[in-house]
């Protein structure tokens, strides 16, 4: 019997530990795969009745909490698309430092058409007044890399509708353009819909590439989150 668990916000190396230590008291096997904090564990219950195997499965949920986004084999991208078709809900994204890398992911699934309303890229404060109505204030006060202005950007994707939900993404890739107060890698992302908006904040690791990538799937998770 083997399990498909998709968890995120571990690397491999921290999955690993905590699995030898469920393993250690129940022996069975697993693996690992990660990239940009998206994890894939199999665990390989050889010899296991039904009933050892829920015993253990439900020690590996116990441990990894909100971190297991899906029990199917499916990704970060095809697990969003997936509860926004069964909520009948229209997805909008508004990203800066990211380039469209979120809604590049959404549309790589078939049937996006059908929950995908439109990606946003407000690369410059202009844009994100412009094309978000985000305020001059939010943008001067607490910077375009803020928790105030990623709320706004989502907001601002919404525009009002009704059955919409819209993810945000605001933050520094680097190499260049950090500070002591703003470091490089630190992102912040809003989920607004109906029921109002959150924030969330980062500070990823990794060059200019991984931190981009990174910060993509972390939208897709908390749009996850959000939507169950």
Do not use: W
């Not at 905590?18 to 219950?45: C, H, N, P, Q, W």
């Not at 078939?110 to 407000?122: D, H, N, P, Q, R």
């Not at 690369?123 to 943008?139: I, P, W």
Request: hydrophobic residues 40%.
């Amino acid at each position: 019997m083997r399990q498909i668990i998709k968890l995120f916000g571990l690397n491999k190396e921290s999955i690993s530990a905590l699995m030898y230590k469920i393993g250690d008291r129940y022996s069975f096997d697993y693996f690992v795969e990660e990239e940009y904090y998206d994890a894939r564990l199999t665990a390989i219950f050889e010899g296991f009745t039904q009933e050892k195997a829920d015993e253990v499965l439900a020690e590996i949920y116990k441990v990894f909490g909100s971190t297991v986004y899906s029990l199917s084999d499916i990704s970060l991208e095809e697990t969003v698309v997936e509860l926004l078709y069964n909520k009948n809900l229209y997805l909008v994204t508004a990203e800066s430092c990211t380039g469209g890398l979120v809604a590049s992911s959404i549309v790589s699934v078939a049937g996006a058409s059908s929950v995908f309303y439109e990606g946003l890229i407000t690369y410059s404060n202009e844009a994100k007044a412009d094309r978000l109505g985000v305020s001059q204030r939010a943008l001067k006060e607490f910077g375009a890399v803020s928790a105030e202005v990623a709320a706004e950007m989502a907001i601002g994707g919404l525009k009002r509708r009704k059955n919409f939900i819209s993810v945000s993404i605001t933050g520094i890739a680097g190499p260049s353009g950090g500070s002591e107060s703003k470091p490089v890698g630190l992102v912040y992302f809003g989920v607004a819909g109906e029921s109002g908006v959150k924030t969330y904040k980062h500070i990823l690791d990794g060059n200019r590439d991984k931190i981009r990538k990174t910060a993509a799937n972390t939208a897709l998770f908390y749009l996850i989150q959000n939507l169950k």
